[in-house]
């Protein structure tokens, strides 16, 4: 089973824009669909985007259609997750899984976004 790491959250104003990295180990992550996933404080975790193993399908929340756009390099065994005009109501922690999840979270990364 690979192990996913989250990084690249921070905090941001209303209409910035912000890029996460989803790191691979113990396997390598072109075997794997991934998801980029979110949880806003008091709410539960909710799907963003997905992306199939080999890149050639993506598929978004309809929340962010139009403004986050998921990507992989495999040979870097990373998958992105570029945020453009970012809105207060993107403000959660955002984790990177397989798609669909298993059961074991990682740590996440924290994205808040200020009006």
């Known amino acids: 089973q690979v ?3 989250e990084s690249g959250g921070g905090l941001v104003q209303a209409g910035d824009s912000l890029r996460l990295t989803c790191t691979a180990s113990g396997r390598t992550i072109k075997d ?3 998801g980029w996933y979110r949880q806003a404080s008091g709410k539960a975790r909710e799907f963003v985007a997905g992306i199939f193993w080999s890149g050639a399908e993506t598929r978004y929340a ?5 403004r986050f ?7 870097k065994n ?3 997750l570029q945020m453009n ?3 207060p109501e993107d ?6 899984n397989a ?3 298993y059961e074991v979270w990682g740590q996440g990364t924290l994205v808040t976004v200020s009006s």
């Open 85 to 87: 005009s970012l809105k």
């Open 32 to 34: 794997y669909n991934v």
């Open 99 to 101: 798609d669909p999840p």
């Open 78 to 80: 990373t998958v992105y």
């Open 3 to 5: 192990t996913l790491v």
């Open 62 to 66: 309809d929340s962010v259609k139009g």
């Open 69 to 75: 756009s998921i990507f992989r390099h495999n040979a």
């Open 91 to 96: 403000t959660a922690v955002y984790y990177c």
